[in-house]
């Protein structure tokens, strides 16, 4: 497999990022998926597609929005394959992604949806030290609970090569976390059953060992990574840890449970987006 990390040829990458930032920021503004920035980025070269990530984020930033957490992604062998790279990949979780406490998951913020069911961690400690290893991150870690991650990309019909997703913030959209605060000497990640539920029927399930084979060393890919980036994990952030079983198409008005094991339970009913039915739903 080429390495995804070796540069490719782009005549000027400042351009291509500020090109790919503006196609991604318009698509989340208008409301109306774009072509793939691949074309401006390359297919394999990440630290490019990390750089349009950085440039998006740092615009959100800029008009407001407060960093919260991250997301890890491409944490299933299968998905790995599908877009073709050995390794995760991680996204910036934003204070306006996460709607735990509203009624309804708003529908209309989101373009083509899927949910996941995830352990989410709250750190209560910093992962800055240069001797990161497992015993450290699992130190660090505050609390788990369970978690639903509403993936969404601004990639018209999901036609996403590694460059794609990464810029797009690793195709985040939104978040609900559930309410019960788990400590780790509870429970064991690699352990827990997941079963999703969508109106009610199943949908999806998994366990822990389908997240790198065990969420708390996708927890320590992700503190290592994001030190390289030179912006490490901090306390008081959440960490969506990744799937633990296969995503979800969640249309408006349909209501997801998940279930983990030692976690309990998280729910979320999507918003009509009908205008009609949204005046009615309020």
């Not at 985040?172 to 976390?177: C, D, E, I, N, T």
């Amino acid at each position: 497999m080429t390495d995804v990390w070796e540069p490719t040829v782009v005549a000027n990458r400042e351009t291509a990022v500020a090109e790919a930032a503006v196609r991604l920021t318009r698509a989340a503004h208008d409301h109306k998926p774009c072509a793939p920035v691949r074309d401006l980025l390359g297919a394999t070269d990440i630290s490019l597609a990390y750089a349009v990530q950085q440039r998006v984020i740092s615009d959100r930033i800029a008009t407001g929005a407060r960093v919260v957490g991250r997301k890890i992604g491409l944490t299933s062998e299968s998905v790995q394959r599908q877009v073709g790279v050995d390794r995760p990949d991680f996204g910036v979780l934003l204070d306006d992604m996460d709607v735990t406490g509203l009624p309804a998951v708003p529908s209309e913020r989101l373009l083509q949806p899927k949910v996941e069911a995830e352990i989410a961690f709250v750190l209560a400690a910093d992962l800055d030290d240069d001797d990161l290893d497992l015993e450290r991150v699992r130190a660090a870690v505050g609390h788990a609970v369970a978690a639903l991650e509403i993936v969404d990309s601004r990639v018209a019909d999901w036609d996403i090569a590694i460059t794609d997703t990464v810029a797009d913030n690793a195709s985040s959209g939104l978040f609900v976390l559930g309410r019960q605060r788990v400590g780790l000497g509870e429970f064991t990640p690699r352990d827990v059953t997941m079963r999703l539920y969508a109106d009610g029927e199943l949908a999806s399930e998994g366990d822990g060992a389908a997240c790198l084979g065990d969420p708390l060393a996708a927890l320590l890919w992700l503190a290592r990574t994001a030190r390289e980036f030179g912006d490490p994990l901090r306390a008081g952030q959440v960490v969506l840890s990744g799937a633990l079983g296969p995503l979800v198409p969640t249309p408006p008005g349909i209501t997801v449970r998940a279930e983990l094991s030692g976690l309990g339970s998280v729910t979320a009913t999507f918003s009509p987006k009908d205008p009609e039915e949204l005046k009615e739903h309020g």
